[in-house]
């Protein structure tokens, strides 16, 4: 079996990385992976659904709720859960990546189309680590996101945390 190299172009030339994984057409490295997944959820995505939504035309959002976490290190996580069950496992998964407790900020309704919305909101907040994507909070941030309010599905979700911890 032969190498596969990546086909991917970085501004000194191409990549030529050993190519893990075929993206479409093209078979690139785990860096230019991860590369074009944030080009298509920021650009594609995020961008699409905050049109869409300044433009009146989202008549619901996709089921789920979306959740603001605040890490052990202060940033701020945005994600989507479709039941109470996966956001309670999503705080206890972040706590252990994190070592830390895990705050959570806010959860609303929505699920995926929610949080393109939130991502794009805070798009300059973004910063992107070796643990994924965070948004680093300014205290205008943290107000707007604590009066979002916690629904129903997000109490639900501290409930089960609190049994999974006793
Ligand atoms: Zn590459």
Not at 67 to 77: D, M, Q, S, T
Not at 84 to 110: D, F, T
Not at 130 to 157: C, H, R, T, W, Y
Request: with cysteine.
């Amino acid at each position: 079996m032969t190498t596969k190299m990546c086909v991917a172009e970085n501004s000194s030339g191409p990549c030529k990385s050993r190519a893990t994984v075929k993206v479409g057409l093209f078979w690139v490295c785990n860096f230019h992976r991860a590369a074009n997944w944030n080009f298509y959820r920021e650009v594609l995505r995020d961008r699409l659904i905050w049109q869409m939504n300044e433009n009146d035309c989202i008549v619901r959002h996709t089921y789920g709720v979306t959740y603001f976490f605040r890490l052990p290190n202060g940033n701020i996580k945005i994600g989507y859960a479709s039941n109470a069950k996966n956001l309670a496992h999503r705080i206890q998964e972040l706590s252990s990546l994190h070592g830390g407790k895990v705050h959570m900020l806010a959860a609303v309704y929505g699920g995926e189309s929610m949080e393109a919305l939130m991502h794009y909101k805070y798009k300059d907040h973004k910063i992107v680590g070796s643990l994924g994507e965070q948004f680093k909070p300014d205290p205008v941030m943290i107000e707007e996101i604590s009066n979002l309010g916690i629904v129903p599905m997000g109490i639900e979700a501290l409930k089960i945390l609190k049994e999974m911890r006793n």
